[in-house]
């Protein structure tokens, strides 16, 4: 079959891999449609980690996807083959500790699509996954939509953590897809007023065509102290979604005292710091989100009743020949791209 290879920094090869084949009656063979170029991907792309998962070369990334099923294992009842289904990328064992406890998104024994030392990703013609991976598509969602649900389903997780309740107001800081992903997801939990940044301002447009109550391009202004005059009670939930450590500083000023930051963004340095004094006497909480548990069927159901529409998020297409191109855009964020899709099928 053919695939996209991730053979160095910024480098692509469209080759020929071996097919994959069914190993367990509990594995589904499914046919990908399409796949999203996901920030994490960038990330292996432009530095060939992440942390300490390091690329070896040559290596199929991608992990955002949807396809059609085509062959299954003998004791899998949840599909059947021509099923079209949405994927959840994360393979865990179901044994150890964390999947007992009902973290399976923590599980020590871990299989996640196109990461490094654990599973192939998603670029390529074909892909073997578990039947507990895999989610039939409602009728009314595309493939597109399908493949959204895996960052719609980080968004949907991030809102869940924080606690949100109806009519609080809360800030996005970063408007990329996750971000965007959680603003969705967020407004159909009811939040009230919602402030965003980015420092591209394309993507502000579209947070506030989305409906954003305001905007702020940190690059170009003091956010905090303009969404402050603005909410002078500050804000009850504020989600960092850029892995900027500027973004962090600005989570801390923006939330009221009591408040939570939900670090949903993967920074590109090792470390994190925030300004104890206030963090303290806000006696601010802070929480990581680690991908999604257990928020991929929900996910699908809200976009199923039309309660999260998030077809605008894919700006461009892209073949997967042109996976290389698709990677150099969204790296760069040239023309106003927000979500790059690759048809595979």
């Given at each position: 079959m053919k695939a996209a290879l991730l053979t160095d920094i910024k480098e692509f090869k469209i080759d020929q891999v071996a097919d994959p084949m069914l190993s367990s009656d509990t594995d589904v063979l499914i046919n990908v449609g399409v796949v999203g170029v996901c920030g994490s991907d960038v990330h292996y792309y432009e530095r060939g980690r992440i942390g300490d998962q390091i690329v070896e070369y040559p290596f199929t990334i991608g992990h955002e996807f949807a396809g059609t099923v085509e062959q299954t294992g003998k004791n899998v009842t949840r599909v059947k083959p021509g099923d079209r289904v949405a994927v959840d990328p994360a393979i865990s064992c179901g044994k150890c500790d964390q999947c007992l406890a009902g973290r399976p998104h923590t599980c020590r024994n871990i299989r996640f699509l196109g990461c490094p030392g654990q599973s192939s990703g998603s670029?390529?013609?074909?892909?073997?996954?578990?039947?507990?991976?895999?989610?039939?598509?409602?009728?009314?969602?595309?493939?597109?939509?399908?493949?959204?649900?895996?960052?719609?389903?980080?968004?949907?997780?991030?809102?869940?953590?924080?606690?949100?309740?109806?009519?609080?107001?809360?800030?996005?800081l970063g408007y990329g897809p996750i971000g965007?992903?959680?603003?969705?997801?967020?407004?159909?939990?009811?939040?009230?007023?919602?402030?965003?940044?980015?420092?591209?301002?394309?993507?502000?447009?579209?947070?506030?065509?989305?409906g954003a109550t305001q905007t702020?391009?940190?690059?170009?202004?003091?956010?905090?102290?303009?969404?402050?005059?603005?909410?002078?009670?500050?804000?009850?939930?504020?989600?960092?979604?850029?892995?900027e450590q500027d973004a962090l500083d600005n989570a801390v000023d923006l939330v009221k005292p009591g408040g939570k930051i939900l670090i949903v963004g993967i920074p590109a340095t090792d470390t994190w710091s925030f300004d104890q004094s206030k963090g303290r006497r806000k006696e601010i909480t802070f929480i990581n989100v680690r991908r999604q548990n257990g928020t991929v069927q929900e996910t699908l159901d809200l976009m199923a009743a039309g309660k999260i529409q998030a077809g605008s998020m894919v700006t461009h297409r892209y073949s997967l020949d042109?996976?290389?191109?698709?990677?150099?855009?969204?790296?760069?964020?040239?023309?106003?791209?927000?979500?790059?899709?690759?048809?595979?099928e």
């Amino acid at each position: 079959m053919k695939a996209a290879l991730l053979t160095d920094i910024k480098e692509f090869k469209i080759d020929q891999v071996a097919d994959p084949m069914l190993s367990s009656d509990t594995d589904v063979l499914i046919n990908v449609g399409v796949v999203g170029v996901c920030g994490s991907d960038v990330h292996y792309y432009e530095r060939g980690r992440i942390g300490d998962q390091i690329v070896e070369y040559p290596f199929t990334i991608g992990h955002e996807f949807a396809g059609t099923v085509e062959q299954t294992g003998k004791n899998v009842t949840r599909v059947k083959p021509g099923d079209r289904v949405a994927v959840d990328p994360a393979i865990s064992c179901g044994k150890c500790d964390q999947c007992l406890a009902g973290r399976p998104h923590t599980c020590r024994n871990i299989r996640f699509l196109g990461c490094p030392g654990q599973s192939s990703g998603s670029l390529s013609d074909h892909i073997v996954m578990p039947e507990e991976s895999c989610f039939p598509l409602p009728e009314n969602l595309s493939l597109d939509e399908g493949a959204l649900s895996e960052p719609l389903s980080i968004g949907l997780y991030a809102v869940k953590q924080s606690g949100l309740e109806k009519d609080m107001n809360i800030g996005i800081l970063g408007y990329g897809p996750i971000g965007m992903s959680v603003y969705l997801t967020a407004k159909a939990y009811g939040a009230g007023n919602t402030y965003v940044t980015d420092k591209l301002d394309p993507r502000l447009e579209i947070a506030r065509q989305a409906g954003a109550t305001q905007t702020g391009n940190p690059d170009e202004e003091d956010v905090a102290q303009k969404f402050n005059e603005a909410e002078s009670s500050q804000l009850d939930v504020v989600f960092e979604c850029c892995g900027e450590q500027d973004a962090l500083d600005n989570a801390v000023d923006l939330v009221k005292p009591g408040g939570k930051i939900l670090i949903v963004g993967i920074p590109a340095t090792d470390t994190w710091s925030f300004d104890q004094s206030k963090g303290r006497r806000k006696e601010i909480t802070f929480i990581n989100v680690r991908r999604q548990n257990g928020t991929v069927q929900e996910t699908l159901d809200l976009m199923a009743a039309g309660k999260i529409q998030a077809g605008s998020m894919v700006t461009h297409r892209y073949s997967l020949d042109q996976t290389p191109e698709a990677f150099d855009l969204v790296s760069n964020y040239r023309d106003g791209v927000m979500k790059a899709m690759i048809d595979v099928e």
